[in-house]
């Protein structure tokens, strides 16, 4: 099984939005809505950000969302901050309990 | 506060073999499913395997299957993976995560495993 495929890097100013995609197949992402988004800042563990494509885990700011849409879900970032500037990796079910990352995502605050 | 300690880690030879462990608290560990996530050095996040809250069903990435057995202790609030066979390639940060069956809710800070000569 392959890793879902994400950009190596998105980027946006202050105040900005900016949108990260994760693409899979219909094994993985197109096949469940168990999509989940984690950042992760330099020599830190991961943090998930959102879970089961489109919820947010308490304590975790409503400026981040996801969504899905066949076999690419995606992570929305709105009114960027410098404390966002982090990696981020989206994962998604395959089925038979199996899990896949994306290869990651670093996202730049300019 | 909920935490999970990883330990176990260090430098192997390749073909050797660890035992990694995970002692969680601050939570009712035998309602969880958990996870092995692995992260080579400059690399992403790998999943490695998963076990049921009770024990009973676990699952491997294809590339440690055969070689990697995940087991937990809920009297001990420990979770465990054994490392047989390892390869160079195996270096990396193994982290543990509690969650779902699909999702890692929390993360600890990870054991580093050096496969080397």
């Known amino acids: 099984q392959s890793a879902l495929t994400q950009p190596p890097s998105a980027s946006g100013s202050p105040g900005q939005s900016v949108t990260i995609s994760c693409t899979g197949t219909?094994?993985?992402?197109?096949?469940?809505?168990?999509v989940s988004w984690y950042q992760q800042h330099p020599d830190k563990a991961p943090k998930l950000m959102i879970y089961d494509v489109n919820k947010r885990p308490s304590g975790v700011p409503d400026r981040f969302s996801g969504s899905k849409s066949g076999n690419t879900a995606s992570l929305t970032v709105s009114g960027l901050q410098a404390e966002d500037e982090a990696d981020y990796y989206c994962?998604?079910?395959?089925?038979?309990?199996?899990?896949?990352f994306g290869g990651g995502t670093k996202l730049t605050v300019l | 506060e909920v935490q999970m300690v990883e330990s176990g880690g260090g430098l192997v030879q390749p073909g050797g073999s660890l035992r990694l462990s995970c002692a969680a608290s601050g939570f009712t560990f035998s309602s969880y499913w958990m996870h092995w996530v692995r992260q080579a050095p400059g690399k992403g996040l790998v999943w490695v395997s998963l076990?049921?809250?009770?024990?009973?069903?676990?699952s491997y990435a294809d590339s440690v299957k055969g070689r990697f057995t995940i087991s937990r202790d809920n009297a001990k609030n420990t979770l465990y993976l054994q490392v047989n066979s390892l390869r160079a390639e195996d270096t990396a940060v193994y982290y543990c995560a509690r969650g779902g069956h699909s999702t890692c809710l929390g993360w600890g800070r990870g054991t580093l495993v050096t496969v080397s000569s």
């Open positions: 219909s094994s993985d992402v197109g096949g469940y809505n168990y």
């Open positions: 994962s998604s079910h395959v089925g038979s309990n199996k899990v896949i």
């Open positions: 076990i049921n809250n009770d024990g009973s069903s676990t």
